[in-house]
C-alpha cells in the first residue's frame, strides 16, 4: 500500500473550520482519494456558523487545500489497512 504525506497549504481559509486537526497527516491508502477520504473521516467535524454567513466544507476533500504526496519512511510501515498513521490516536 501506498504512504500519503497531506499538508496543508492554506490555514487561512476558513474552510479548515470544520477540521479537528490542521496539520500534515500521514495516511496509508491505496491512492489519493482513498487517503483524502480516511482524512477527512479522522478529521472532519461539524460547524456552527450564523445564518447566511456560509457553509463550511471539509478540507479534506478539497485538494485545493492541502497537497499529496506518496512518499517512503522507514517509521511508517506501509503493509496494513487503509488508516491515519500520523497523528496517532
Do not use: C
Amino acid at each position: 500500500m501506498t504512504l500519503w504525506k497531506l499538508t496543508p497549504i492554506d490555514l487561512l481559509d476558513p474552510n479548515w473550520e470544520a477540521s479537528s486537526h490542521r496539520g500534515t497527516a500521514i495516511v496509508r491508502a491505496p491512492d489519493e482519494a482513498a487517503a483524502r477520504a480516511v482524512a477527512a473521516e479522522a478529521f472532519d467535524v461539524a460547524t456552527r456558523f450564523p445564518p447566511g454567513v456560509g457553509v463550511r466544507v471539509p478540507p479534506w476533500t478539497r485538494a485545493s487545500l492541502f497537497k499529496a504526496e506518496q512518499f517512503t519512511d522507514r517509521r511508517y510501515d506501509s503493509q496494513g489497512a487503509t488508516q491515519v498513521l500520523d497523528p496517532a490516536f
